[in-house]
């Protein structure tokens, strides 16, 4: 049958000699595969479809969608989004890949809306935000996608509870045994980002490279331990290298 949904394109692979197979995140259907034929030709009207199938991309997509196949077909796509920095800018462009690069290792087959409005929100806010706010995102991304996920981090810094225990998902009176653990400013600006209710708020968020290296590897290191395959995101230095 044919649905319209939106959808996220993850990644992108050569099939035959004018085709693609897209690993999509949709609204209706979450991670699906979809063929898409004649994109790769070099008439005018195959380039003009081509440019849809870019990761990072948000589409307004209409399928043929059968629960029984493990590659669904495509019938139209056409921007829902257009970004206007995404691609153009090395930073926002470097952000862009990391997320795509975490969504690869942790998205179901299953729907899921609240997370697909998490991650088309996230790709809108990263276009059209501040330095600021872009900086930051990455760790934003990642303690909401673990809470929505259903495991994110609990409680906050305190005079009683100053050590966030990383491997315990929560704020603690003493430093664990472990060193997957934040403390001081560290842990103060940790639980900083936990408390931000609207995106704006990123932008008066003040880190320095090394403490927003920890933070985001550690929170990274968080979601990784809830998932048997997840394997080295290899975008983490270059993110690293254009925010330091």
Excluded at 158 to 165: A, E
Excluded at 182 to 202: H, K, P, R
Aim: charged share 20%; glycine share 6%.
């Amino acid at each position: 049958m044919l649905h319209n949904t939106k959808g996220i394109v993850l990644r992108v692979t050569k099939y035959g000699d004018t085709s693609v197979i897209c690993s999509v995140y949709t609204e209706l259907f979450g991670l699906q595969q979809y063929i898409v034929k004649g994109v790769r030709v070099t008439s005018k009207k195959g380039a003009n479809k081509g440019v849809f199938y870019q990761p990072a991309a948000i589409l307004q997509m209409e399928v043929y969608h059968s629960p029984m196949k493990s590659i669904q077909m495509v019938k139209e796509v056409n921007w829902d989004y257009v970004y206007q920095e995404v691609y153009s800018d090395v930073v926002r462009n470097a952000v862009a890949t990391y997320i795509v690069e975490i969504l690869q290792q942790t998205l179901q087959p299953e729907p899921h809306p609240e997370l697909f409005y998490l991650i088309e929100d996230t790709f809108k806010q990263l276009d059209k935000s501040g330095p600021g706010l872009v900086s930051n995102l990455p760790i934003y991304f990642l303690i909401h996608l673990s809470e929505t996920l259903g495991f994110g981090l609990q409680g906050q810094y305190t005079g009683d509870t100053p050590i966030l225990d990383v491997k315990e998902g929560q704020f603690v009176k003493e430093k664990p045994l472990h060193p997957f653990f934040l403390e001081g400013l560290e842990a103060q600006t940790a639980s900083g980002f936990m408390q931000v209710q609207f995106y704006n708020d990123l932008e008066s968020i003040v880190l320095s490279g090394n403490q927003r290296k920890k933070i985001l590897e550690l929170f990274q290191l968080s979601i990784s331990w809830h998932y048997k395959k997840f394997t080295e995101i290899k975008s983490l230095a270059i993110l690293q290298a254009v925010l330091h």
